[in-house]
């Protein structure tokens, strides 16, 4: 309805959109109404907020699951259909609702009303045509009409895992895997042995300040400190997407074996698969540095082992110093080189991971005994080719605190935590 002050203009700009538009995932105008005063549009069918319809499934894993699954498919598609029709890149902040009768979703083109903007993307996922979400055995149906694959997929997307980032000692390895955080005592165990994969590019320092450098013969790298300066170098361990996803699934198909083994029931949501790993290197101090050099380790100094598909990464003894001679043969002892006026040099780890909360486990249990598995095994990993998990003997918990990941910088004003972390060198 509209009413008021430019009342009609609003309208019949809203209805010529709507008269553009012809998407069975776009809401549908059925009628219009014009009398002094007042103007309204009129639509098919009985229509209700998404959340509150995904709500009324939450007694179900399977069924809410499903939900997000087909909706983001809907969502994707309309998305692409309005994105075409109005030549926009990211027509995403729109409300959605979902015709209860039918499960439909459907998107609004004004602003206002129901829940607005979703993050969905195409899943692959469709809503299955004659299927009453309300029926006694819809869950079963559900489960025959999806493969295991596809439900790991899933269950892997970022709307319903969620995502954390880790500040953790610089001197503890770390790579891809699962390890659990305990939020109460603030620390990490990692649970599972070290996957042998490889990362998504040969491992090199992101230059973010494009300071001027020189690679020297012996691999390291020279920074010329004459004036001002700032300085940042990230050393990141990232696994190719399709990697990430793969090992996503591969942890969701064997999750709840590994719980049975370490007999864990109450905390699964606790447990993070960790597919990122950042080594940070920076020089704040942007007073006048005296003239000197710092000289930066390879990258590939960073590897627990030699071998091609080393999964373990820790700062080495001497990530970094200073010197004075441009050869770098002299280093500066930390304490010579703050006398002589040189800034702390700065180090810290940064780890990047998924969790699922315990009704999406609870899901992946009765999909896999619907299927014929058994949960507490690793039959649908090996049947799907998945990497397979082991449960790591020595498990060794170390202070972890979390982190707000679009959050640059560590909080270098708490001296004592960065002394805690092993932040200065």
Not at 43 to 53: A, Y
Not at 162 to 187: A, K
Request: charged residues 20%; negative net charge.
């Amino acid at each position: 309805m509209y009413q008021g002050e430019g009342a009609e203009e609003e309208w019949r700009h809203h209805v010529a959109k709507y008269e553009s538009i012809r998407h069975p995932n776009i809401m549908q105008l059925y009628g219009l109404v014009i009398t002094k005063g007042l103007y309204a549009m009129v639509f098919h069918d009985e229509l209700i907020p998404f959340t509150e319809f995904f709500n009324r499934f939450q007694h179900s894993p399977i069924l809410s699951t499903y939900i997000i699954g087909y909706c983001s498919t809907e969502f994707g598609e309309a998305t692409k259909y309005i994105g075409d029709i109005f030549c926009v890149m990211n027509p995403m902040r729109l409300p959605g609702w979902i015709q209860p009768r039918t499960g439909q979703f459907c998107l609004d083109l004004t602003q206002g009303g129901a829940d607005e903007g979703y993050n969905l993307r195409d899943t692959g996922i469709h809503r299955l045509e004659n299927v009453s979400l309300d029926a006694p055995y819809s869950e079963d149906t559900i489960i025959s009409s999806l493969s295991e694959d596809q439900y790991h997929e899933l269950c892997s997307k970022p709307w319903i895992a969620r995502y954390h980032c880790f500040q953790i000692p610089t001197e503890h390895p770390v790579g891809p895997g699962v390890l659990r955080w305990d939020s109460q005592n603030g620390t990490c165990v990692r649970i599972t042995e070290p996957l042998q994969i490889l990362l998504k590019e040969e491992l090199h320092w992101h230059n973010y300040g494009n300071a001027p450098d020189e690679l020297l013969p012996n691999s390291w790298i020279r920074y010329d400190f004459p004036q001002m300066f700032a300085l940042q170098l990230e050393l990141n361990l990232w696994l190719p997407s399709y990697a990430s996803y793969t090992i996503r699934k591969a942890w969701l198909a064997q999750a709840n074996h590994i719980f049975a083994e370490l007999q864990e029931l109450e905390h699964v949501a606790d447990y993070v698969f960790v597919d990122g790993v950042r080594f940070i290197l920076r020089i704040t101090d942007k007073h006048d540095i005296s003239e000197g050099y710092l000289f930066a380790c390879p990258p590939q100094d960073f590897r627990t082992n030699t071998e091609p598909h080393a999964n373990l990464y820790q700062w080495p003894a001497c990530p970094a110093y200073w010197s004075l001679d441009p050869s770098g043969a002299d280093r500066l002892s930390t304490e010579d080189a703050k006398n002589l006026g040189f800034p702390a040099i700065h180090i810290e780890t940064r780890i990047n991971g998924w969790s699922w909360d315990h009704s999406v486990y609870e899901g992946l249990r009765r999909l896999h005994e619907g299927k014929g598995f058994d949960p507490d095994s690793q039959e649908v990993a090996r049947q799907l080719g998945y990497p397979l998990f082991e449960v790591l003997s020595n498990r060794v918990p170390f202070p972890a605190r979390e982190v707000d990941d679009w959050s640059r910088w560590c909080e270098q004003d708490n001296s004592a935590l960065c002394q805690s972390l092993g932040h200065y060198l």
